[in-house]
């Protein structure tokens, strides 16, 4: 059964400030790897969606890597700003398979 | 980008009664839609893959009698929690997604409890 751990679970940072959320999944067959976003009241926002076959991807300040064989993927942000405070998640789907199997999360809070 | 709405974002309900919950793809056919819950301090769970014209796949330990899924549109799904119980006071959240595109869209979520 595939598990998503994320560490840590809150983040407090300092504006401008360059952070790294960390995600790790059980099962390293996966077919891809996305990462969320998650305001309140908002639902989630897709981010970067990296496919099993890319070892990262990146979107303006955030580059998501992956390195399937060890099960770990980490979401950098750079000089993070107070609107990137959300919950990040992490989420893994297999092959055969359309269910996204999800982490806890991580609260980032981005003090101005 | 595309967009889910869902509706209502937030349901307070007595014992007993049943809740309906809608997810509408916005601006673009939906040809699969997800039901997810999620539990304070807990993963976001799935609960049921829907395909519209077609009875919902349910995952395991979710009961199919009491989280009634109607996908009868290529834009609208709703979930019925039916005889709800304290039990089932959960965030209920949609995703939704085309058939070229592999990104989900998700819905705002629906907060229910019940009391």
């Known amino acids: 059964k595939q598990e998503v751990t994320q560490i840590p679970a809150a983040l407090s940072v300092p504006e401008g400030e360059n952070l790294v959320l960390n995600c790790s999944f059980t099962?390293?067959?996966?077919?891809?790897l996305q990462w969320f976003r998650q305001d309140p009241g908002k639902g989630l926002t897709s981010l970067l969606l990296?496919?099993?076959?890319?070892r990262e991807q990146t979107s303006g300040r955030l580059n998501a890597s992956l390195d399937k064989s060890s099960g770990r993927s980490t979401l950098y942000i750079a000089a993070s700003q107070p609107g990137d405070s959300a919950t990040y998640l992490c989420?893994?789907?297999?092959?055969?398979?359309?269910?996204?199997?999800f982490g806890k999360g991580t609260k980032l809070t981005v003090n101005p | 980008g595309a967009v889910v709405s869902q509706h209502p974002s937030r349901v307070i309900c007595k014992s007993g009664t049943s809740v309906k919950i809608e997810c509408r793809s916005l601006?673009?056919?939906?040809?699969?839609m997800f039901w997810y819950r999620q539990f304070p301090k807990k993963s976001l769970m799935l609960m049921a893959t829907?395909?519209?014209?077609?009875?919902?796949?349910?995952e395991q330990g979710v009961e199919k009698d009491k989280f009634l899924i109607n996908h009868a549109s290529l834009t609208l799904s709703t979930l019925t929690v039916t005889s709800a119980h304290p039990e089932d006071s959960s965030f209920y959240i949609c995703?939704?997604?085309?058939?070229?595109?592999?990104?989900?869209?998700f819905g705002s979520g629906t907060q229910l409890s019940v009391l």
């Open positions: 829907s395909n519209e014209g077609s009875k919902a796949t349910y």
């Open positions: 990296i496919q099993s076959s890319q």
């Open positions: 099962d390293s067959a996966i077919y891809n």
């Open positions: 995703s939704a997604k085309g058939s070229t595109n592999e990104k989900l869209f």
């Open positions: 601006d673009f056919q939906a040809t699969t």
């Open positions: 989420a893994v789907t297999q092959g055969g398979s359309e269910k996204l199997v």
